[in-house]
């Protein structure tokens, strides 16, 4: 005999307050002109018979071949040479393991062997979706009204790879969005990788991750204290190599190696644009996409402010949640998110701390809103369930659509809503602002459902917002039509923040 649970379901009537929303007529479209020039590695035997047939070329032909290359995409890349310079280097040890001096070959024949280990992808030409917005650091020269802005986009293009964009705007009196020019160029930034790892913290996080203990063990009991990187990866890269490797062993060190390449940062050249700066996945945690990114102007106790951003990792089959910090969109840390909160996608961090601790929003169940507090940005445990699914255009779940925004009525929560047919609609919701797991009110109606003009897309019938702003004593928000392409609309926050207070 089985014991079967059963959910008993309350239909109730709620007042109906429509809000009014006014969509603005602008659409920021996918490009497939906007390229990176991505390192590309076709296995280690292919890439040793390209080298190979490289080797017979005379210099005169390594250099016609070369100098036509550049001439082809040297004006669609920065520094295009430096690019293929770079890329040889990665393949060095290939070239050295077919007993070819390295140090004697020519820095054309170089440059020409990474332009064959080099691609184009043009990051947004699926989609540029899912939008955040935030203040920008410089508001000089603005007139009375104004207010320049940054707002970043999930770009998607070939397999669904997404990493993250930007683009600068200024907000005038009247809530037009005057956006900046693009330039011309697309630029990664450089690297630098986190040298020295705490043991019990890192063993925390490959716990969470459930990674199989016995490989943990093996890895990492002879690793003092405090480790550094180079070593861990050099013992990982050592063990993989081995070609009797066991399925099951292999997976547990990848992702012992995925979460020690999770933790970097990243330096753009100060003659880059905003709009030329893109945050391409660069970890293994994140090969296959760096999602929805929710940017929030954080201020701390000190009155200091940053930019920080929650974002999913993902490499195919795991997420990892992450924080990325920046103080002028140059140069960013990026690290992941620890503890048994730390889970899933929706992370949302609010904008300043509540009673001295940080506060975070979470789905860490895939259904239902949360709350959690911490003393370290890094850190969260304890979630409290904050929502549930409740009206019909929300039960398959609730989440959040962006950091929560302050106002003197309460924190106001942007949400998003999965009903029937798999539609996202995004509604709101208002809280205490010393107590934000106490709610205010909440709009029994969605603000913002699919028109009929925003259905088609790359996932249809679906709006989605990953961070508002409050200007001119109106919610500007931004949003993904059918994760395909963005816009925005503006909603009066007096008769927002009436229709929420009334609603409860």
């Keep these: 005999m089985c014991n079967k649970r059963f959910l008993n379901v309350v239909v109730t009537k709620f007042p109906v307050m429509r809000v009014s929303v006014v969509r603005k007529n602008i659409k920021l479209l996918p490009d497939s002109r906007r390229v990176v020039a991505r390192y590309f590695m076709n ?28 001439r082809e995409f040297a004006r669609r890349h920065r520094n295009i040479s430096t690019v293929f310079f770079r890329h040889c ?23 020409l062997i990474g332009s064959y280990c080099t691609m184009e992808y043009a990051i947004e030409s699926a989609a540029i979706f899912n939008p ?19 707002i970043s986009f999930r770009a998607t293009g070939e397999g669904h790879i997404s990493s993250i964009v930007f683009r600068r ?21 450089e690297i630098e990788h986190k040298t020295l790892f705490n043991k019990e913290r890192f063993l925390t996080k490959l716990y969470e ?27 990982l890269v050592e063990a993989l190599s081995d070609p009797l490797i066991r399925e099951e062993r292999k997976v547990a060190l990848e992702e012992i190696l995925w979460l020690a ?62 924080l990325i910090s920046t103080e002028d969109f140059y140069s960013f840390r990026v690290m992941p998110l620890h503890g048994e909160g730390a889970q899933n996608k929706n992370l949302a961090l609010f904008p300043r701390k509540v009673k001295g601790k940080y506060a975070m929003l979470a789905r860490i169940d895939g259904v239902n809103n949360y709350i959690m507090y911490s003393d370290r940005v890094t850190q969260w445990n304890t979630p409290i369930l904050l929502q549930e699914p409740k009206f019909t255009w929300e039960l398959t779940q609730i989440g959040n659509c962006g950091s929560p925004l302050w106002t003197e009525e309460g924190w106001l929560v942007i949400t998003h809503g999965v009903g029937t047919m798999r539609r ?53 928000l931004p949003y993904a039509v059918s994760d395909y392409c963005s816009t925005y609309a503006v909603i009066d926050m007096i008769e927002l923040l009436d229709a929420l207070k009334k609603s409860k």
């Design 43 to 70: 296995g280690q035997e292919r890439t040793q018979q390209m080298v190979l047939r490289i080797m017979l070329l005379d210099e005169k032909q390594v250099l016609q071949t070369l100098e036509q290359t550049l």
């Design 89 to 111: 280097e990665r393949i060095r040890p290939i070239i050295e393991e077919m007993k070819i001096n390295y140090e004697t070959l020519s820095l054309d024949r170089k440059m």
């Design 132 to 150: 955040s917005i935030v203040e920008d650091f410089d508001q000089t020269g603005l007139e009375a009204g104004e207010k320049r802005v940054i």
């Design 169 to 189: 705007a200024i907000l005038d009196r009247e809530n037009n969005l005057h956006i900046m020019k693009i330039g011309n160029h697309i630029d990664k930034a």
């Design 209 to 235: 991750m459930h990674t199989a203990d016995k490989y943990i063990v093996q890895i990492m009991q002879d690793l003092p204290e405090e480790f550094e990187f180079a070593i861990l990866k050099n013992m």
């Design 261 to 322: 390449n999770s933790f970097y940062d990243l330096q753009f050249k100060h003659d880059s644009d905003i709009t030329e700066r893109v945050i391409f996945p660069i970890s293994d945690s994140e090969s296959r996409g760096i999602e929805d990114a929710r940017f929030v102007r954080f201020t701390d106790d000190n009155g200091s402010s940053r930019v920080m951003a929650t974002y999913t990792a993902y490499n195919g089959h795991t997420i990892l949640p992450k």
């Design 424 to 476: 996202y609609c995004i509604g709101a919701s208002l809280f205490d602002l010393d107590d934000p797991s106490k709610e205010i009110g909440r709009l029994t109606e969605p603000l913002l459902s699919p028109m009929e003009d925003e259905r088609e897309g790359y996932v249809p019938n679906v709006v989605y917002s990953c961070g508002a702003i409050i200007h001119n004593n109106s919610l500007i």
